[in-house]
């Protein structure tokens, strides 16, 4: 926490909430200093680790929480309602840390070579929690102490970032990272499919090719969509719009109207009724409820 503390006040987060990038490229830090009701928002791949404060996490029929002892591996993007509890006393800090597909690719290769034996890349759901282990920590600490130094972070950052991917492929949520590397993997064929409807949510999209771009029957891509995403593939599309369209009206101060055409909708009417059962506020007034909360 000494750390942390440290390098909050470093970045510039000493007294607010927000994230920032810090001196390695891939790795930022956040501060939280209020509590946060259950509220949707976008995850992006990569590890959560959570120095102080804890948050339950809500993935339709999962829950999950996430705090110091447990960190948060998210194979693909994911909107996620999460309950946070922080204060101004006790604010929850903690990093996100990008995948890097060349790097874990390189150990789970070395890993399954000198172990002689393979990963298992049964499907699953693209989003978990995994205990931190001591040399988990030690990996942490280190990170933190080397992120107060632009040159200290260049130099060894990247070997410390390798450290801690090689560790968490030993835990008990290993194969999630080994299957996101893994080309003919379900969570693979998946994951290229949401990569696509990131860039091109605002675009009509139609399952069937989304399917064909997984190499699958529309039937198998549904079941296992669902299985690694948990939501049907239109249902997620419609979060990732929805998700869009509350960042183009809170960071960009667009009209609610206009967000709903930017993100796909034709329906200004059917945006509002379905953004306000979603978020549980109507788009005029979502900035009632705009904290920073990832």
């Given at each position: 926490m000494t750390l942390a503390t440290s390098l909050c006040q470093y970045s510039g987060l000493a007294n607010k909430s927000a994230r920032v990038d810090t001196n390695l490229a891939g790795v930022r830090l956040f501060r939280i200093d209020s509590y946060h009701?259950?509220?949707?928002?976008?995850?992006?791949?990569?590890?959560?680790?959570?120095?102080?404060?804890?948050?339950?996490g809500h993935l339709n029929q999962y829950q999950f929480n996430y705090d110091p002892q447990q960190c948060l591996l998210v194979t693909t993007p994911y909107p996620i309602v999460c309950e946070t509890f922080a204060s101004q006393q006790q604010p929850l800090i903690g990093i996100n840390i990008d995948f890097d597909l060349t790097v874990i690719r390189q150990l789970v290769t070395m890993i399954e070579s000198?172990?002689?034996?393979?990963?298992?890349?049964?499907?699953?759901?693209?989003?978990?929690?995994?205990?931190?282990?001591?040399?988990?920590?030690?990996?942490?600490?280190?990170?933190l102490e080397v992120l107060h130094d632009p040159l200290d972070a260049t130099v060894i950052g990247p070997s410390l970032i390798r450290q801690l991917f090689y560790y968490l492929l030993q835990g008990d949520q290993g194969y999630l990272l080994a299957q996101y590397c893994e080309q003919d993997s379900a969570l693979s064929k998946i994951s290229a499919v949401i990569d696509y409807v990131q860039l091109h949510y605002d675009t009509k999209l139609q399952v069937?090719?989304?399917?064909?771009?997984?190499?699958?029957?529309?039937?198998v891509f549904h079941k296992v969509f669902k299985q690694v995403v948990t939501d049907p593939p239109m249902q997620y599309i419609k979060k990732i719009r929805l998700n869009n369209a509350k960042t183009l009206i809170l960071q960009q101060g667009m009209a609610a109207n206009i967000a709903a055409g930017q993100v796909g909708y034709e329906s200004p009417t059917q945006f509002s009724r379905e953004f306000k059962r979603y978020f549980g506020l109507p788009p005029s007034k979502i900035h009632e409820n705009a904290g920073f909360i990832r």
């Open positions: 009701k259950h509220s949707p928002q976008m995850y992006e791949q990569g590890i959560v680790i959570i120095i102080q404060g804890h948050k339950i000198e172990q002689q034996r393979q990963f298992n890349y049964e499907g699953s759901c693209g989003v978990a929690t995994t205990k931190m282990t001591d040399r988990m920590y030690r990996s942490v600490e280190q990170l069937h090719e989304l399917a064909a771009m997984a190499g699958m029957s529309v039937s």
